[in-house]
């Protein structure tokens, strides 16, 4: 019976411990793999990024070269991050049909069709049908109905709006609007103070005085 060299024998257990240090070095880097996949956090596509139509107007994400080939770009996504093709505005009205006594636009725009009253006491409406904003004391700071849009800032020679410009993070708001990537386009604040982001149209002045 031949016998095995010491040669080939000290090989074949260099080899098996090679096999087996880089088994282990193998199993150690799949395990690390596999913890680092399970900590990762996928962000699913917005609706302005998702190359779908989904609101069927014919228009198609905020870059529609890029996710929607053949389609327009929606002009009512304001970046990829809008998660609405719809445009949110916020208005108040009769309901009957009627031109709305205010309305703010997603885009930071706004329209008055009725006096914009600043008073330097509480916002207190005439009427039950009126869109009430009140502070976190339970105050009444600002309200819209078909007598005019009152914010009430404290000081009668302010504008109204009060603030025109940055709305974003606001310190205090009472009411916000806010576009479809969730950044605030317009608020009134605690005090009444009235900020939009965008440019307006009254089809009514601006009236200044006390109606505390």
Do not use: H, W
């Not at 310190?171 to 939009?196: H, L, M, W």
């Amino acid at each position: 019976m031949a016998k095995m060299k010491k040669g080939t024998k000290r090989g074949k257990e260099t080899l098996f411990l090679v096999v087996t240090l880089l088994s282990a070095f193998l199993i150690i880097v799949a395990a690390g793999f596999v913890s680092n996949l399970k900590s990762l956090r996928f962000s699913p596509a917005t609706q302005c990024s998702d190359g779908i139509d989904n609101d069927n107007d014919g228009f198609c994400d905020f870059n529609s070269a890029v996710t929607c080939p053949g389609f327009s770009s929606d002009p009512d996504c304001y970046s990829a991050e809008d998660n609405t093709e719809q445009v949110l505005n916020f208005s108040v009205g009769p309901g009957d049909g009627q031109d709305s006594y205010a309305t703010l636009y997603e885009n930071g725009n706004y329209a008055l069709s009725v006096y914009c009253f600043a008073s330097d006491y509480d916002c207190n409406p005439n009427t039950n049908s009126a869109f009430v904003v009140r502070d976190e004391s339970g105050n009444n700071v600002s309200y819209i109905d078909e007598t005019g849009m009152c914010i009430s800032i404290g000081d009668v020679n302010q504008f109204c709006p009060t603030i025109v410009g940055n709305c974003e993070n606001p310190s205090d708001p009472a009411f916000e609007i806010k576009n479809g990537a969730g950044n605030t386009v317009s608020y009134i604040d605690q005090k009444g103070r009235f900020c939009v982001s965008g440019t307006g149209s009254r089809a009514a002045p601006v009236a200044y005085f006390d109606i505390g």
